[in-house]
Structures are given as structure tokens and as C-alpha cells.
């Protein structure tokens, strides 16, 4: 069996080799044009006038692109109608596209585009939460959950707190900017490539800016570099500019970002304010949160609902709240329309309640990691929205990574250290995670294979899912092989196409493979029972169902010897007019939720792991550095470790640069500040430890999933959050007296240092 | 009268051991624009900005002794014309009927996940392989958004020492070409890569609207994002005289156009300011173009190389085709990227005077930024102070970048320095002083105040940490 073995990413070669080809990679298509954006330069405007005269007047430039060229629906929106592809009337956020130039090549499109003459009339834009707030510009409704009955559990708590915690959004910085080739066949057909983790959403979004039915429209996504949700919704309109350009000239036509306008038109992490009010019993149990959540979504919808849900969703992490009130706006705000990243809204709403669990320890002097315990969900019990949890983990992990990381050996080791050192402070921390897989909007929660078997016994294998880096490709193919017991270099895995495999979900939610791997599954096991009664009969057996299908052959149960080959079986299936494809399809059974009551079972299951960190923190500059990191992830069991570690990994490191160093700025006109990796920071090598060790939880099937095994794509970012609570442990090590760390996010240096100096400056109030 | 030179209407270089000529773009195009527009896309861009290490080629460089590396270089900031004679290297061209080794240590490890990193991480590699100094350092000019770098250093532990008979490291045994002075005309450009001093001045004089570049890692940025034209440029990369380091017993003199990957390792040890800057300057691949003529040429208050000469009292050598002056750097800036260098002149070495004997001498650079390595300094600090045995302070130098217009020093705090005893009282005074030195600006990287607090702040510990 293939399912379960450390494999190899199935394009690593190509990938160490330079021969993996993305979009912008292909063999070049001659005649094909290239096109670039006009963009406006204020952050809310009225569009008074475009005049494109000065750029079609240029040599190579073909045409200018402006929504009176758009025969469809001028709307991109991927759930709200409520995103104009090209401005026409108001400009809603700084560098929003006016007008697209359309010319021979890259150098002369610029060129056009800066001569695109563009009359607005500046209007005052709402740039921050705060001003969203005071002038209730929201999206759409505020979304609640509650339980029990918070305001009167406040009212008679031990302890009472009320706060505010605000924070940063995160830009996506996949290594792979947003690309797409558009190649019209002058029949009124469009092949598409683009860079999306929703091949289907970019094909219907195609069809409906051009005007014509989706059947006209095959999308096709190759492979990603990087996608991590920021090409879940908005590589939409960059293929349906590339797909105007191709249908206005009857040439190919490209879209491909740089840098500046990745980070200058795309979507961020949402920046989120949570305004609370907390109460909780001198032993340290929560025992009512009174909670309200402002989004920054930016201009238009996008997936900022779903977003806040998974937020609303996910304020217990790891957490019995009995008591519990929670309310989500969507700000709508002159700025770029932020979209899925990595958690789905989870981390926001995570970092928010580890933060609350290290105020009541500091509050209390009791150990953060005790307040932890002493809150966890025990089996049984209902979350907030009414889901009773089942093979809690929580235990499992948390005692485990504890142990790994000789947690208390260490805490007072870092005592002595604290004590000795008054310059350098560590801090040790250690978080929980429980995470619930699926689309929370329940009917996403479907997908589809199609499995292709040629008479040479070679094997092409579709599905639904995108391959963006993660893994899923390797992992599906694994899922086949086994499913058919035959090599796994039988297969070319085909890349994501609707021609093949239509109307599928995004790959997004962690549930690329859970969804697609039953899809996979269930088409091989349509192929299998064709196959058998041919190989039933060449084995002159009566009963089909007596046959195993293992290591390429096709033998008899009960008698193994008597076999007969894969590549025979399919020949002779040819001979008997038997099907050699088929096609596979899953839905995800028993979840459902209700808007209406915010109850009902959203999740198929949880995963579950702990994280613990340890940080020295230099007193005199606020820099930090990361000295161990060990973690405990459970993955069910495990499709494919080699690729399930690597994921963790990174997840972990993406975690870490949002919360301490990627600090996304927008200047007070409502422009991206930070639009080049020279000013916004991801992680290097240099920051991650040379103690970085995971252990996978073993003997953890998940029943009902594929070889039960759990999502992974999401979940480790959010177990970064221990880097966070070790950092305001070292802060609160800065003084003798209990007291709350109050840290922004990004902990950047400068923010260090500042909730060093208020540490140590309370502690002068308090000593006088 | 120039030098014997050769005219030429295209480039030629070895591109993964092939020879290619090149005559349709002009001399600016960037390498990596070259390479993508030929079909060779294996190398991506990911900024375009020479941050990100995606577009890494690696190219087989002559140090100023001769000696030949591989190196790896962002082929986004590099004009085409700069490859003219090299040999290049590109992710395409390294594998044999196998993989080559430093490909094969990124597949076992998993150090890939979407790919599209990987390219620049395997030159990156493959050019530390050769120089036996493959570690965390190679990489870090390299960035990766999917794997957290765990599997990356796992590979890059396993790369063992290259064979000296391997096919590449036989290729840095081959004697150096002459060297010729070299005009290229290339679709209405004109690129100058001349071998003598005298020569520039001569092109120079010809072409008033000529830039002179070296590394060109800041004036590739405009060529790379911005597309900017520049008709005529004149590369000191090859000038001789830009190319020695010269020692005698009160100084030494190091030129302009030496890479700071060079300075890093020849001058290792020497100067203890140089040495923690490097550290932290750049990424390798930037390192292997930059110059100390580059950086003070620049003339930006956050050059991470002024302070650290700033600290050490180094003078720069100016020349143009009359006459050669030296100019103390702490003089040198006249006010933001305003410095004293007349438009003929050249910046040619920098002079540093060695310090007085019979004194003990502490010294240290700091580089502070939102993150550790590979990023633009919030401030940049640079100490000297020379002890006598009484250990009274004799001489006091507090360099520092990020926190005027000028890369500038601490006077009034030197000052204040000058014969008090090194003891924790004296620098407690001192950090009131540097509380109030400078009036720095807020901006994109951090506020005022912190500045303000890190200037004070980072001579404490400087004192708590550097040991007598």
C-alpha cells in the first residue's frame, strides 16, 4: 500500500530541476498579448472621465479595456454581486483598475498605462476599523452565536475584565503572483490557465464577464506557487481581464502581477479588533465572554461572511465557555477586499481567547499552562453552536508535547536564567489547538474524480482538488494506487481542469484531500468491480467479490497464486467492451449548520495538536529570538508523513511571521505602504531554530475519513500562537509583580520593547 | 589615449556551458528578463526586487586575487551586459544524466513544496557546495513561503564537500582571460566596461549623461520594477585600479570596486565593526555584487557600510581625470544623498588609519530591523572606543544610520566620552545625551521615539556585552 508511506512530493524532481511549469512558464503562444492595469490613485473617488485616446495612440498597443467592453456581468463578486470588475462610476479602494491596456508586450502595456488619462473627484474613504464602526459601514448583518446567558454570568463572575485586542492583517506572499493565460479558439470557446485554487469559480466567472455559458469556458489550473487561500476567490478577475483581452482581439492574452501589484490589488488576512468583556472564577474558569468582532473585509464582500463565521466558530479553541455571547461585523472599508488566508478567520479569533487565558493566569498568578487545563473540553461536551465533541485529542497532545519538551524541567530553568540576566529574558509557552474541518457552508463539502485507464494499463488520474504546493497531488495518487493495488507510477495525475472534473469546490479548508481522496476512492472502486468480473473470469472463478487487487496483479482470495496481471485484465476488458474510466463523487455526510438558531454540526470532525516555544527576548532592542520549538499534531493516520511534517512546518512559520514580524501597513491615503519584500518581512531561514522537532500522534485513525486519515492544511499555522504567549512570558519577566502583557501583533521589535517598558514602568507605580 | 578595447554589437556569454550570443535586447534588460523571454523559465521571479532569491543564477567570478568561485547573484537586478564573457549557471543546467547532488538533497529532504522557490534555493546551493561554506548563510538571501526552511536545512546538512574532480569544480581550475576594455552598442544602448581608471574618465567626458554602476544591486532595482532607461551605463566591475586592497603601516586601503562578499572574507578579522556589520548587511547573493564604492556612492542615510566607516575615521578617495583627494567620510555627506564627490570624479578606495598603539580598543556594529537578517536597518550603530591602561576613554566614535538625513556620528556623546573612565556610571550619562542626539523620522519601518530609545539603548550593550 502506497497510502501512508513518507513519498516523495510528485513533482520534486521537476520542481529541484526548473522543469515544473507554472502559468506564466508555458511555451509561449505566438501573437499572445500582455496585459496591465490603470489604476486610480485615491482611496474612494468618483470617476469623472477615462480618456484612453493617448495609450490606443501608441504603437503596439491593441486595445484599452473599461467596463463598456464587458458584454456579461461586470461583477466578480464570488458570493455577494458587489465587486466591480472595472470601475465605471466610484473608485472603492487606492489602485482599483479603471482600465486594462492590451498591448504586443509587458514594457509597451506599461508604457499605455501610464498614459491613460484618468478625472476623479476624491472623496473622504473610511481607512480603519474604528472609523467603519462609528459610521456602521459594515457588510451585510452582524453575525451571532451565543450560549447561557452572558451578561448575567458577568454580573455574578468572581473576576471581570474588559478589553480591547487589535490586530494586523497578513499578506499572502505565495512565491507565485496571481497569473493567467486566456486562448481563444475563434469558435467562441476560451481555454483558461490560471494560477486558482477554484478552477471552477474562475471558469463561471469567465463566462458570465464574457457572456456566454460556462460549457464555452475550460479552466485549467497547472500547479500554484503558493496559494495558501489568497487564489481562492481572487484569481477570478485577473482571468476575466485576460479573457476580455482574448475576446476583444481574437489573440491570447496574459495577466500576470508583479510583486507591487500582488500586494497592491489582492487580498489580505483580515486586520480584526475584538472588543470583550470577560468573566472568570478565582480558580481561573472562564466563565462568560461578552464578545464583539470587527473585520477589517476592505471594499467589497468577498469571502469575509464565511470568514467571520469560522471566527465566531473558533473563539473557544480548546475552551468550555459556558456562558458565551458572540457578535461578528464585516467592516466595510476603502481598501483591498481581504480574502481567505490560511485558518479561515480561525487564527484571529484563536489568538484572541490564548490571549484572554494568559491575562486570567497573570491576573491570578496561577500558571498559564494550569488555566489551560482547567478550561479544556472534556468529551462529551457541546460547543457554543451545539456540537457534541467526540475522540477529544486534546489530552493526548497537550501531555505528550509536554513531555517531548521536558516542559517543566525547562520552565525552571528559565527561572534561574530570568533571575541571573537582567538584559536577556526567555519565555516558555505552550497552546492548544482544536480545529474544525469542513466548509462550514455545508453544501461546498462534495467533490470529484475522474480516473482514466488506457489499454496499455496506463493511468490518468483526475480530481477536483488544486495542487498549490501541498501536497495533495502526491497524496491522491497514493489514494489510487492503493485503492487499485497497483504502482504508483502507473498514474500521470492530470492537472485540474472543468473539463474534466466540473462544478467542484475550492481547494480550501484543509479538505483538499479528505473531499477529493473519497472521490478517488469511490471511482477506483466503480473500476475495480468492472475489472474484477473480467478478472473473474480469466481465473475461471465464479464470485468477483472473492478477488484482491494487490502489487499489480489481480488474484484469487483464498487462493493467491491464482492470479492474472493488472495490464492483462485491462486488455482483455478492452476485448470484452467493458468501461476503462469512470468517474467518482463524494459528499461529506451528517453536518449541517443554521444560520438563523448559529447551531447545528458544521464540522465533520476536529484536529487537535499543542505547541510549545521557547523565546529570549534582548531587553535593549526588543528583538527576539526563537530558541525551540516542539510540537504534537494529530493527523489521523497519516496519509503520507513526509508530506503532513512539511506542512506542519511551514504552517508553523507562516503562523510565526504574521504574529511577530510581517507588519502590513496602509499609509493614512489608504494606499498599501508595504508592497515589496524590502519593507514587509516574511520569515528566513535565520529565524527558525535549530531545535524544531514534531511528533505525529500515533495509532489515531479518524473514522470515516480516507484511511483514516485528518486534514493538515490549516491547523499548524494557528499552534504558532505559542511563540506568542512565550514572548509576553519573557515581557512579564521583566518584573518582580503579576501583571497582564500587553503585546501588540505583529511583535515587531519596537512593539517588544514597548510592552517591556510598560511592564517595567507599572512595576515602578507599583514599588513606590 | 584608451586602452586596447574591443567593440562589440552583442553579448556572449556560456550559459550552462553553452555558448549563447545575444543581439536583440538592449544592454539594460535584465538576466532573468533574458532568460524567461529565451524559454528558460526555471528561474522565476518572485519581487524582482532582490529580495526574494527566486531568480538565483550562480556565475564563476575572479576574486581580486585571481581566484575563481561560483556565486550566486539575483539575475533580476543584473543588465544583461554584466554576464558578457561569464560563465553563467541556471537550475536547467546542473543536472547530468542524475541529479546533481545539492538537487538530490532538496528532493530526499522535502524541501520543496510548490516549487517555485526552489530553483533560486538549488543556485543558492549549488554555489556554497563549491565554496565549502554551504550553511543557513547561503540561504538566507532565499525566501520560502511553504516549507518554514526545516527540510532546507536538513538538505543543506547532507551536501558533503564537492569532489575535486567533479565536472563543475574542474571548471574553476581554468586560467583567467586577459582582461580588454569592452564597448557594447546594443539596440541604441551603450554599456562601458573598461579596465583602467584613465578609460572611464575617457568615457566619461564622451558621454555626459553616463551612470556608473559596479554591483548595480540599487540601480538594478530601477531597471527591474521600474523599467527606467539608461542609455549609457559605464560599469567599474573591472577596473583595476577600483581592485586592491593596499596595506601599509598606518592604513589600509581598500577599493572601491571590491565585492563586500570579498571584503567579508579578506579582511575577516581585521576590524571587529566590519566584520558584525557584514554579518548582517545583505544576503549573500547582494553581497557578491555590492561594493563599498556602491554603498558610500549611494549615499543613504541607512547604507549599512557608513557608520561602520564613519566609526573608524575612514577617508574616501576621489579622482577624476586631474586629480586624486581624500575626503573624511565624517565630512563627506553634505546632506540626504547629498555628499562632496563632484559629478567627474570616481569614488576609488577608502582609507582606514589603524589605531594608536599601547590602547585597548572595544568596538562592535549593531544592525536593528523587524527582522533578524536580510532586512533594511531601523538603525544601524557602530562603536569604537579606545582605552588607555588607566582605562580612561581616549578616543570615542558612535556611528550610527536610520537616524538623520546622513549616515552620521554622535558628537556630543563622544564628547562627553572623551577621558571619562569606561565604568557603567559614564555610559548612563551618555545615554541621556543619545536620548536626545538625533531627531529621527517616523516611517514604515518604526516610530521616532524607538529610534531615539535604540540610539541610547544599543551603547548600553554595547558596554554589557563586549568584554574588555
Known sequence: MTVGKAIKHESAIQHVTGSAVYVDDRVKIEGMLTCWPVLAKYARAKVISINTKPALAMDGVLTVITAKDIEGKNNTGAIVSDEVLLAETNISYANQAVAWVVAENEDIARKAARKVELELKELKPILTIKDAIKQKSYHGEPQKMARGKAKQALKNAENTMTNEFEMSGQDHFYLETHASWVIPDNEGNYTVYSSTQHPSETQSTVAHVLGIASNRVVCISPRMGGGFGGKESQANPFAAIAALAASKTGRAARVRLNRELDMKLTGKRHPLLAKYKLGFSNTGKIEALDINLYSDAGWSTDLSHAIMQRSLFHIDNSYFIPNISITGYACKTNKTSQTAFRGFGGPQSIVIIENIIDDIARTLDIAADKIRETNFYKEGQETHYGQVLNDVRLEKVWKLAKANSNFSRRKAAIKKFNAANKYKKRGLAITPLKFGISFTFTILNQAGAFILIYTDASIQLNHGGTEMGQGLHTKMLQVAASSLGVSYERFRLMPTATDKVPNTSATAASSGSDLNGQAVKAACETLKSRLANVAANMLELNAPEDLSFENDFVSAKNNPKNKVSFNDVVARAYFEQVSLSATGYYRTPNIYFDNESGKGVPFYYFSYAAAVSEVEIDAFTGMFKLRQVDIVHDVGKSLNPHIDKGQIEGGFVQGLGWLTMEDFIWADNGHVATFAPSTYKIPTIAEIPEHFEIELLEKSPQAGVIYGSKAIGEPPFMIAISVREALKDAIASFSDKNQTVNLALPATPEATLAAIEKVKAIDEIKTS | ?468
Request: aromatic share 8%.
Open chain 2, 1 to 468: 589615449m584608451l586602452n586596447y578595447y574591443m567593440q562589440k554589437q552583442a553579448i556572449s556569454f556560456e550559459l550552462n556551458g553553452k555558448k549563447e550570443t545575444v543581439d536583440n535586447v538592449s544592454a539594460t534588460t535584465t538576466v532573468l528578463e533574458y532568460l524567461r523571454s529565451s524559454g528558460k523559465t526555471g528561474t522565476k521571479e518572485g519581487c524582482g526586487d532582490g529580495d526574494c532569491g527566486a531568480c538565483t543564477i550562480a556565475l564563476i567570478n575572479e576574486d581580486i586575487d585571481g581566484n575563481k568561485s561560483y556565486q550566486a547573484m539575483n539575475s533580476c537586478l543584473m543588465p544583461i551586459a554584466a554576464i558578457d564573457g561569464k560563465q553563467v549557471f541556471t537550475v536547467e543546467g546542473i543536472a547530468n544524466k542524475t541529479l546533481h547532488p545539492v538537487q538530490q538533497a532538496m528532493v530526499d529532504s522535502g524541501g520543496s513544496q510548490c516549487g517555485y522557490c526552489t530553483p533560486g534555493f538549488i543556485m543558492s546551493m549549488f554555489a556554497g557546495h563549491y565554496s565549502d561554506q554551504l550553511s543557513d548563510e547561503s540561504i538566507e538571501g532565499n525566501l520560502c513561503r511553504c516549507t518554514g526552511y526545516v527540510a532546507i536545512r536538513k538538505a543543506a546538512k547532507t551536501i558533503t564537500k564537492a569532489k575535486s574532480n567533479d565536472k563543475f569544480a574542474k571548471k574553476l581550475k581554468t586560467k583567467p582571460k586577459a582582461n580588454k576594455s569592452i564597448e557594447l552598442a546594443l539596440k541604441g544602448h551603450r554599456y562601458f566596461s573598461p579596465i583602467s581608471l584613465n578609460d572611464v574618465f575617457i568615457y566619461q567626458a564622451k558621454y555626459k549623461n553616463a551612470v556608473l554602476i559596479a554591483g548595480a544591486t540599487d540601480l538594478g532595482l530601477d531597471l527591474s520594477n521600474k523599467r527606467r532607461d539608461f542609455p549609457v551605463l559605464i560599469s567599474l566591475e573591472n577596473v583595476a585600479e577600483l581592485k586592491q586592497i593596499n596595506e601599509s603601516s598606518e592604513s589600509l586601503e581598500i577599493g572601491a570596486a571590491i565585492s563586500l562578499s570579498q571584503i567579508e572574507h579578506k579582511l575577516a578579522g581585521r576590524f571587529d565593526v566590519l566584520d558584525t556589520m557584514l554579518k548582517f548587511f545583505a544576503a549573500r547573493q547582494i553581497k557578491n555584487r555590492a561594493t563599498i564604492g556602491g554603498n558610500i556612492g549611494t549615499a543613504s542615510p541607512i547604507g549599512d557600510l557608513l557608520p561602520v566607516f564613519l566609526a573608524l575615521d575612514a577617508a574616501v578617495n576621489l579622482q577624476n581625470a586631474n586629480q586624486k583627494r581624500a575626503v573624511l567620510l565624517a565630512e563627506y555627506f553634505t546632506g540626504y544623498r547629498q555628499t562632496k564627490k563632484e559629478a567627474d570624479e570616481v569614488i576609488i578606495s577608502v582609507t582606514i588609519p589603524k589605531k594608536e598603539a599601547g590602547l585597548k580598543r572595544l568596538s562592535h556594529s549593531y544592525k536593528i530591523a523587524k527582522r533578524g537578517t536580510d532586512d533594511i536597518s531601523i538603525v544601524a550603530a557602530s562603536f569604537v572606543i579606545d582605552l588607555n591602561k588607566e582605562n580612561k576613554i581616549t578616543h570615542a566614535r558612535l556611528a550610527y544610520g536610520g537616524v538623520a538625513a546622513i549616515p552620521i556620528r554622535a558628537i556630543a556623546a563622544e564628547k562627553y566620552l572623551l577621558n571619562k573612565s569606561w565604568s557603567k556610571k559614564t555610559i548612563l550619562k551618555a545615554k541621556e545625551i543619545l536620548l536626545n542626539e538625533f531627531t529621527p523620522l517616523d516611517d514604515l519601518r518604526a516610530s521616532a521615539s524607538y529610534r531615539n530609545s535604540i540610539v541610547a539603548n544599543l551603547f548600553e550593550k554595547f558596554f554589557v556585552e563586549v568584554k574588555l
